[in-house]
């Protein structure tokens, strides 16, 4: 069963700053998914990418299989990025797979 | 295309009721994913649904929970006798191709 870290756990910054979020998984993947979840509950897809990089207005995301790693990043942050960030991966690595998720990231981005 | 949704969104129940949560995948999606999120953590996979076939089922899917997909569409989750442990948000996706899940809203649920 994969196993997921992340880090930071919370993470506080001021607006305008570049921010990075690390994710760690034990099992070989299919694709990982990178989710973001405002208060109140919603979780919305951001990126699923099984290689490489993918760029979505600031939202950048990078994943290297061979060292089972990816990076969420926020370029230019601003107060409504503020959620928790949550990267998942398949439970044992393949694309049907329910997915087991990290503890995510609280981000608050101060004004 | 409007998206999985969940009802009822909250729901507040007494120890020892029988609770039952509906999700509407989007149309066509033939996966449907049930996970439960506790506060402060990160969601935990229960079951899955190829169209109406129960594929897997978690360890944390004790007996007192059953979750049906009976025409391949909608699901439901029940819950019998509830605990205070239970209370938690019940979340469901569902994925079509390619392997993006896409999330609900979710279901509170709250037991006094």
């Known amino acids: 069963k994969n196993e997921v870290e992340q880090s930071p756990q919370n993470l506080t910054a001021q607006e305008g700053e570049f921010i990075t979020i690390n994710c760690s998984y034990s099992v070989g993947i299919s694709a990982l998914h990178w989710l973001q979840q405002h208060p109140g509950g919603g979780i919305v897809s951001l990126f699923m990418l099984s290689s490489g990089k993918k760029k979505h207005g600031r939202l950048i995301a990078t994943i290297n299989i061979q060292e089972k790693h990816s990076s969420l990043h926020i370029t230019a942050s601003h107060p409504r990025d503020s959620a928790v960030y949550i990267c998942?991966?398949?439970?044992?690595?393949?694309?049907?797979?329910?997915?087991?998720f990290g503890k995510g990231t609280h981000l608050i981005i101060q004004p | 295309d409007t998206g999985v949704s969940q009802n009822p969104r909250h729901k507040i129940t007494k120890r020892g009721q029988n609770v039952t949560f509906r999700c509407d995948p989007i149309s066509e999606h033939n996966r449907l994913y049930w996970y439960r999120q506790t506060l402060g953590q990160g969601p935990e996979f229960l079951t899955y649904f190829q169209n109406e076939a129960q594929l897997e089922k978690s360890r944390l899917l004790s007996d007192r929970f059953s979750a049906e997909r009976p025409k391949g569409s909608f699901s439901t989750l029940e819950i019998q006798r509830t605990e205070q442990g239970d209370s938690a948000m019940y979340l469901c996706a569902s994925q079509g191709s390619p392997d993006t899940q896409y999330f609900g809203p979710g279901t509170r649920l709250t037991v006094l």
């Open positions: 998942a991966v398949p439970l044992t690595g393949g694309g049907a797979d329910g997915l087991t």
